[in-house]
């Protein structure tokens, strides 16, 4: 009976297992996560169906005693993976949240965040290890994509001219551009993050105003634009602004910020105010004022400057005289010429390493013994000067040898007393050891010629796209100046497994070091795995690595006896805030030991100069890429633009592209009341060329790629169209696998779209559409001026009439008809008194000679090239015939030399002299006009002078008698254009122009 019980006992226990068996499986296989559990030598026992699935197979039970290099991983992922399990195991401590790669069963490439987590029996021992992890690939990804678009974002931002700055509610800033940087003088735009007004360079009554404008925009939720307010910038300048601000809202319409734009318009403002506020007898006081002010701040300066020159020396002074002082021990010496005897007291002896004697009592002999025998002629010359008289006290700095070898340096000084016949009898005085002061103005020499070396660093590393080769130059400067026989640039970098390494950048040996089998250059090495970790926490944390071989732990002296390294300094490189890698000097042929205190100050800013060039080469590439790009919009913009022919304008568009984004085939479709019109496509790489005709009319709904982009205004990218629900594919179009279409847009409205297709899948990518939304903003600016184009031409067709005809009335009809007048009274004139009718024949031919030259003139007018085809001298006999038609006035014209011009030259003359004969006629009230055109190779002058009323220039407003647009054409063919003129002695106008000097060889003169 008790057999059957535990019988059935056991059965129910079993049952009960197995069913939580099934149930751990069953609650495994269903959480997202991926699961697993491996024994102590990382081989595994189980898994859950998302493992399997992605080691590729299959099913869970098939994991079981498989290891990572036996699933679908890669080599290098399978030893990393196994490394972490050890690692793991070894410490017996779990590690959560890593991002690790993965190589899936299906080919795909993802990023996991791992935990790993050690398994104990009952007794604690590790046994396996359990390990989850989740695939967030997509995450990483839209991280990366984030990031893009904000760097894109960022870009535009920085290169706008407006200064431009957000803030929260509490008016915090959360960003800004770098003209707002700059003039805030916080240097990045990443420092204004958390800073308000207050914290900024303007004064506290400014930030007070900005703070209630900012306050006043978010609480009525209304947007103030152009209104101007002082500001006071990082660099002292008092500015004034032409600011807008804009209220910021949440998806639910609350205002949750403010975003501000500026305009620096201080150059306008004082302008206007000079106008209002200048007046002579001011501007000369001032002038006489300022003129003595400035004389006094310079002389001002001058003291100053000595005062401070003369600090400086009184300082060092007293730093020297205390180094010495506090460096130095000082003994006394007493020399009797009668007995030759030499005194030195306790504390010089000691000085000298000389035994004592018990009276202290020496020979000069032996003082002269001790000096090094390099300085005892030196020493014995000095003397002999002041005992002769032929210097007025005995002061020499000197070196000496003691007993042991040691050499010190000393500064000896003595005065001799003289008896009544003037013969020396004694000398006295003290000798200081200057031992340390000697080292430590080593040390600042050696710190001195680091700063030298920096200095000519400097200048070789700010020199554009020649970074890589200033280097060995650099290095070897520093190197030699440091002492080391080897200097180099180690650069961090990490491998597909996450190691850090460091490689040889650049390096630099002396002449008596030469790398060879036993001393070879320092190769590439892991931290890590060389035993150089505390280093790696040290470098990142800023600090010098720098002794001797003999001194580091057994692991780091392994690693620097590999490679015969005895001394070494290694300074951490921060480039942009990252450590990007060390500058080393070591030596492999005798030990050197690093001040540490100016040396390796020195070579800090060493390496701070190093990340800073390297930060620039990285900017300058960036911005080489982003110049590329630039030049390639502008060149087609430019070409876009330089026709307003709306054909060729989409033909250029077509042809112009392929430099912004690469693509197989291009096709334009244009929008119009409306309706989609297909105006032009071109085939880039012989894909087949049928498909539907050009001119096609269409509804935007037939295409539905069309119709989104025209909703959302935004580039549409197509990886793969056959498996996209936007595509309709259309006659000739089979063999497109991608496609990438951005609308054109003007005035906030879709006009077309330029459609790109390519024979590749998933060819195009963000960064191409956002290349073809630019192009595509082009291409709209160019469209629009087409059609305006098309409009104006009309439009001055019917102006030109018009034009005309006021023209016919107000010069050659009137003419006319005061000539038929004339002619009609003639015959009874010339009968009733000759004479009279003399004159009005005379007055006739005048008459219908001007009518005639007036619609010489309007023919030019109405045929431009007619203007460059005439000589500039016949321009102006049909410009001075005409004006002494319409009045009485003679102008007498003067031609010298045959002009042969470039047209915009010619044509640019023509025009003034028009407009000058035009203000002389209106205004002068002159009776007779001198005209002189002198033409000779390289230069043309045109002088116009007539005896009229004259005016006076100073108080002429710019704007009277057409002198802007003189002196605007004038400018823009680079003439010099002079007018002078008086009341009551006529005006003169001058312009001459000069051909402009070219390099170029040009066998052929324009005039």
């Not at 000691?350 to 090094?372: E, P």
């Not at 200095?455 to 020199?463: D, R």
């Not at 320092?522 to 035993?531: I, M, R, T, V």
């Amino acid at each position: 009976m008790s057999s059957k019980f535990y019988t059935e006992a056991e059965d129910k226990s079993t049952e009960v297992e197995l069913r939580a068996s099934q149930l751990l499986h069953l609650i495994m296989d269903n959480i997202p996560q991926a699961v697993f559990w491996k024994d102590r030598n990382s081989i595994y026992l189980w898994c859950n169906r998302n493992f399997a699935i992605d080691a590729g197979v299959a099913v869970p039970e098939n994991i079981v005693g498989k290891t990572d290099h036996d699933l679908a991983w890669t080599a290098a992922e399978a030893e990393s993976f196994r490394d972490v399990d050890r690692r793991v195991m070894d410490q017996d401590s779990p590690e959560y949240n890593f991002i690790e790669p993965q190589t899936q069963a299906d080919g795909k490439f993802a990023w996991l965040e791992t935990n790993k987590i050690p398994l104990h029996d009952a007794e604690g021992h590790v046994i396996g290890i359990l390990g989850t992890y989740e695939d967030i690939t997509e995450r990483k990804q839209a991280e990366e994509a984030l990031r893009t678009s904000q760097q894109m974002l960022r870009l535009v931002i920085d290169n706008i001219p407006q200064a431009v700055f957000w803030k929260d509610s509490n008016s915090v800033y959360l960003g800004c551009n770098i003209s707002f940087a700059v003039d805030a003088g916080v240097g990045s735009p990443d420092n204004i993050v958390g800073k308000t007004d207050q914290d900024l360079a303007w004064t506290p009554e400014q930030a007070g105003n900005f703070f209630r404008d900012d306050q006043r925009v978010m609480a009525n939720d209304k947007p103030e634009y152009n209104f101007i307010e002082p500001q006071t910038q990082a660099d002292g300048k008092l500015a004034w602004l032409q600011t807008n601000k804009i209220p910021l809202h949440d998806a639910e319409g609350n205002v949750v910020g403010i975003l501000g734009t500026y305009e620096d318009i201080t150059e306008r403002i004082q302008a206007e105010r000079a106008l209002k506020e200048a007046r002579d007898d001011l501007e000369k006081r001032v002038k006489a004022r300022t003129a003595e002010l400035s004389a006094t701040n310079e002389q001002l300066k001058q003291e100053i400057a000595e005062r401070q020159r003369a600090e400086e020396a009184l300082r060092l002074s007293k730093e020297r005289y205390a180094l010495a002082v506090n460096a130095g021990r000082t003994g006394i010496w007493e020399w009797n010429t009668a007995t030759a005897s030499l005194y030195l007291d306790p504390s010089l002896r000691a000085i000298f390493g000389m035994d004592d004697v018990d009276d202290g009592r020496h020979q000069l002999s032996d003082l002269l013994a001790v000096v090094h025998p390099e300085d005892r002629v030196a020493v014995s010359r000095s003397m002999s000067r002041h005992l002769q008289g032929l210097a007025h006290h005995y002061e020499q700095e000197y070196r000496i040898l003691r007993a042991n070898q040691e050499v010190r340096s000393v500064l000896a000084r003595g005065s001799a007393f003289l008896d009544k016949s003037g013969i020396p009898v004694r000398m006295m005085g003290s000798i200081t050891d200057i031992t340390a002061l000697k080292l430590a103005e080593e040390a600042l020499q050696r710190r001195d010629q680091i700063l030298e070396a920096l200095a000519y660093a400097s200048q070789h590393l700010l020199l554009p796209d020649s970074l890589d080769e200033a280097l060995p130059g650099v290095l070897g400067q520093i190197g030699q100046a440091v002492g080391f026989s080897r200097a180099y640039i180690l650069k961090n970098y990490t491998t597909f497994d996450g190691e850090l390494w460091a490689g040889r950048h650049a390096v630099w040996s002396a002449e008596n070091h030469r790398p060879g089998v036993d001393v070879p250059y320092l190769p590439d090495f892991a931290y890590l795995p060389s035993g150089l970790g505390r280093w790696v926490r040290l470098l990142k944390a800023g600090a010098i690595i720098s002794g001797l071989c003999r001194d580091f732990t057994e692991q780091e002296r392994r690693f620097l006896t590999a490679q015969h390294i005895l001394s070494l300094s290694w300074v951490p490189i921060f480039s942009e805030g990252e450590w990007w890698g060390v500058i080393g000097f070591d030596d492999c042929l005798q030990e050197r030991q690093v001040d540490l205190g100016a040396e390796l100050d020195a070579l800090r800013n060493a390496a701070s100069a190093l990340g800073s060039a390297f930060a620039q080469q990285r900017i300058r590439a960036a911005e080489r890429e982003q110049r590329t790009l630039a030049e390639a919009l502008r060149d087609t913009a430019a070409l876009l633009n330089s026709t307003l022919n709306l054909d060729e304008v989409l033909d250029r568009i077509l042809s112009e592209i392929g430099r912004v984004v690469p693509h197989d085939m291009a096709d334009i479709i244009l929008v119009e009341s409306g309706d989609s019109h297909s105006m032009r496509y071109r085939s880039v790489m012989g894909q087949p060329s049928q498909r539907q005709e050009v001119n096609l009319t269409f509804a935007l709904d037939e295409l539905p790629n069309l119709h989104q982009m025209a909703q959302t205004k935004e580039p549409l990218i197509i990886q793969d169209v056959h498996e996209a629900p936007l595509w309709v594919e259309r006659p000739g179009t089979c063999w497109v696998r991608s496609y990438l279409g951005a609308p054109i847009q003007s005035e906030g409205k879709v006009i077309g779209f330029i459609n790109l297709n390519s024979a590749t899948k998933g060819f195009f990518d963000l960064h191409h559409a956002e290349r073809l939304r630019a192009f595509a903003n082009q291409a709209a600016i160019a469209i629009q001026n087409a059609r305006l184009y098309e409009q104006a031409q009309a439009l001055a067709a019917l102006e030109e009439r018009q034009r005309l005809a006021r023209d016919l009335h107000d010069a050659v009809s009137q003419t006319l008809w005061t000539a038929s007048l004339i002619a009609d009274v003639l015959p009874t004139l010339w009968e009733e008194d000759i004479d009279e009718g003399q004159r009005s024949l005379a007055q006739l031919r005048r008459l219908t000679r001007g009518a005639l030259a007036e619609m010489r003139t309007m023919l030019l007018e109405l045929r431009p090239t007619a203007l460059v085809e005439a000589s500039l001298g016949d321009l102006m006999d049909h410009l001075a015939k005409a004006t002494m038609s319409r009045k009485k006035l003679d102008i007498a014209l003067t031609v010298q030399g045959q002009c042969l011009l470039p047209p915009d030259v010619q044509v640019g003359l023509y025009r003034i002299a028009q407009e000058t004969l035009n203000n002389t006629a209106k205004h002068a009230r002159a009776t007779h006009v001198d005209m002189d055109l002198y033409c000779a190779p390289g230069v043309v002058t045109l002088s116009i002078r007539d005896n009229g009323r004259g005016f006076n220039i100073e108080k002429l407003s710019p704007e009277r008698l057409g002198l802007g647009i003189m002196h605007e054409r004038a400018a823009m063919l680079n003439a010099d254009l002079s007018i002078t003129s008086a009341v009551g002695a006529g005006t003169g106008v001058t312009i001459t122009w000069r051909k402009p000097v070219t390099t170029t060889d040009d066998h052929e003169e324009e005039l």
